[in-house]
């Protein structure tokens, strides 16, 4: 299936706006430095212990892939289909591919973009973290979620089964990571969760940045191929929307 | 003339439903065909049929000489569709709505103040879509459908529910869009709109084309009583069936100069439907 460049790039300027005029994405992008800052704020005597910054910058990063990366796609894909203006890409000269491409792009930035903002409020200083494994894993791990929140979105009728499927994925794939330093069986869950290896990965900064092993390289290849093995089997035998 | 659409002996089912049944149409350029039924009769499934959102399950079916089970980019290019579920951005402007489909079709914005005013949304140009009546965002959607200068515009009940106004303004477009030799596939239960607009209509009753030709075609063939309705000068009036003896008493009042109006009574597309279905178009 061939990409027209300039079918991509209208379709991408269009959703870039769409997302930044939607309050939803507004106010869900908001909490993001809004639940870091707070953390910092409120527990600010905790400072000084060893990886609190850490801990600050894995929560705002697992959030901003959560709620930007995966909720957000999902509750647009909805979106489309609940206003029927999906129907109308998919009946005009728009591929699937190049509607998917403008809907991923966006997020995919935006979801970047709140993490670089995540490290400059969590007070974690940029030279202690490992740029290149950085950039490679996060983009790794908001592609996966990205494509899982279209798959939520190809699932669900409208916006709110979209938002009610959702759950189940971030508590899976966010709280587990999350709170995995408190638990040694949740620990051992997250080491095989996409997000989970996310969570690793900034945790080892700490140590020197020692990077990661082969397993957690193998686990996020596996998850983003799992996602998109989903979405195309979801797409074939629905498509958009099912009639 | 092109062939624009062509469908042979379609049928399609829906589990243990057949909604569509042996269904042989074509569409022209510059011709308008009238597929006319009742809610529920098959219209909006020949649509999709015909617009690649769904597949018949017997017969075939060719858009602009391609397969409807194969529709590339390349023929969406060529089409424009209008339906009950066409959605729009109620978030963005009007002008906005009809920018980014210019940008993905590859049209100039220039064309959008001209399509506009054709539609008579130019004065809500910058007004958000969200604000806009029913009748405002059906014309957008009409605007959006024919702004790549479509070889073929698909309309499902694009006038249901609007004023008599509205509904006129949009009649007037699409005659001139048929002159300008595109071809229309027009769905409707307005046997009025229909008799007034079409080149061609399907009388479309449970799946089955009950009755096809142009609407005069039809009306004739179930002009079967062939009576007159006369009113007279002293404000007389009669309806008189075709018999010798009328029709002489009928020259006696024109030779007499004594006819105020004179009519016949030829059914209409909705008795014709009556009288073969024995329902009525809702």
């Known amino acids: 299936m061939m990409l027209s460049r300039h079918k991509t790039s209208a379709l991408i300027t269009f959703k870039f706006k769409e997302i930044l005029k939607n309050k939803t994405f507004l106010v869900s992008a908001a909490m993001v430095p809004g639940f870091v800052l707070m953390y910092r704020f409120l527990f600010s005597v905790d400072e000084t212990m060893p990886g609190f910054q850490l801990f600050l910058m894995n929560f705002g990063m697992s959030y901003s892939i959560i709620m930007v990366g ?12 609940e206003k029927n203006t999906l129907r109308i890409w998919m009946t005009s000269s728009v591929s699937s591919l190049e509607y998917l491409v403008s809907l991923m792009v966006p997020f995919l930035v935006l979801t970047m973009l709140l993490i670089v903002v995540v490290i400059g409020i969590s007070g974690v200083a940029f030279d202690s973290i490992n740029i290149p494994v950085f950039v490679l894993v996060v983009f790794l791990v908001a592609l ?30 966010f709280l587990i990571p999350t709170f995995s330093e408190m638990n040694q069986t949740l620990e051992e869950i997250s080491a095989f969760i996409f997000t989970g290896v996310a969570s690793k990965m900034v945790a080892s900064f700490g140590d020197d940045g ?33 009639d | 003339m092109e062939e624009l659409l062509v469908l042979k002996h379609i049928s399609k089912t829906f589990k243990q439903k057949e909604a569509l049944k042996d269904i042989t149409i074509q569409i022209k350029a510059g011709e308008i065909l009238g597929f006319l039924g009742p809610s529920g009769s098959g219209k909006t499934t020949t649509i999709k049929i015909v617009t690649g959102q769904l597949q018949q399950t017997k017969g075939e079916a060719t858009i602009l000489g391609t ?10 290019e060529q089409i424009g569709i209008v339906t009950d579920t066409s959605g729009v951005y109620e978030e963005f402007s009007v002008y906005d709505n009809l920018l980014v489909f210019a940008k993905v079709l590859n049209v100039s914005p220039k064309v959008i103040d001209q399509l506009l ?11 958000l879509v969200s604000k806009l009546s029913k009748g405002q965002k059906q014309r957008l959607i009409l605007a959006r459908a024919v702004m790549h200068q479509p070889k073929l515009l698909f309309l499902d009940e694009p006038t249901s529910g609007l004023d008599p106004t509205t509904a006129a303004e949009i009649h007037k477009l699409l005659v001139s869009l048929k002159e300008a030799g595109m071809g229309i596939f027009l769905t409707t239960h307005n ?8 080149d061609q209509v399907a009388l479309l009753n449970e799946g089955y084309i009950v009755e096809f030709g142009t ?7 179930y002009n079967k009583q062939k009576e007159f309705r006369i009113l007279l000068k002293n404000q007389e009036r009669h309806v008189l069936k075709e018999t010798t003896e009328n029709l002489e008493q009928l020259s006696q009042w024109i030779v007499s100069e004594q006819i105020e109006s004179l009519h016949s009574c030829e059914p209409t597309l909705e008795t014709v439907f009556m009288t073969v279905t024995g329902r009525e178009l809702v």
């Open chain 1, 210 to 242: 020692s990077p990661l092993i082969l397993q957690d390289y193998l686990v996020l290849i596996v998850s983003a191929f799992l996602a998109v093995v989903a979405f195309m089997v979801i797409y074939r035998k629905n498509g958009f929307d099912k």
């Open chain 2, 191 to 198: 046997m009025e709109e229909a008799t007034k607009l079409c």
């Open chain 2, 215 to 221: 609407p005069e075609e039809i009306c004739l063939r």
């Open chain 2, 117 to 127: 005013t054709t539609v008579g949304l130019i004065e809500q140009k910058k007004q």
């Open chain 1, 70 to 81: 995966m909720f957000m796609p999902a509750t647009f894909l909805a979106k489309d289909k």
């Open chain 2, 67 to 76: 397969d409807t089970r194969k529709i590339t980019e390349k023929i969406y």
């Open chain 1, 144 to 173: 996966t979620a990205i494509i899982l929140g279209m798959l939520i979105g190809l699932l669900s009728k409208n916006q709110m089964a979209a938002s009610n499927n959702s759950i189940l994925f971030m508590v899976v794939f």
